[in-house]
Nanobody, 119 residues
Framework: QVPLMQSGGGSVQAGGSLRLACKAS????????LGWFRQALGQEREGVAR????????YGGVPVKDRFTISRDNAETTVYLDINNLQAEDSGWYYC????????????WGLGARVTVSS
């Protein structure tokens, strides 16, 4: 079973909203802290949001926090990243990852989803 399976992404107009999903295997979902990272073209991968097994969220930066929401769905063993008011700088690849709890250190990755924001 693939530990992290991503869905969502695509092309969105600026100002729109998008939901990314990361479905985890049951064991991963129960035992791992999970996070979302993004990588813009030519940039390093950066942590956007992470959530621990109790559902406590941490965001990567002030500009991100106001428009990004990470959440967990226990019934679906899925972690979501909702992005509102998308901006051109949000374009890039978004990766789900299991992380060392309390840190941004990734343990393993999902395959990624591309987001393109057009004006």
């Amino acid at each position: 079973q693939v530990p992290l399976m991503q869905s969502g992404g695509g092309s969105v107009q600026a100002g729109g909203s998008l939901r990314l999903a990361c479905k985890a295997s049951t064991s991963v979902y129960r035992n791992e802290c999970l996070g979302w990272f993004r990588q813009a073209l030519g940039q390093e991968r950066e942590g956007v949001a992470r959530i621990d097994t109790a559902g406590i969220a941490t965001y990567g930066g002030v500009p991100v926090k106001d428009r990004f929401t990470i959440s967990r769905d226990n019934a679906e063993t899925t972690v979501y990243l909702d992005i509102n008011n998308l901006q051109a700088e949000d374009s890039g690849w978004y990766y789900c990852a299991a992380v060392v709890c309390g840190t941004w250190r990734p343990k393993y990755w999902g395959l990624g989803a591309r987001v393109t924001v057009s004006s």
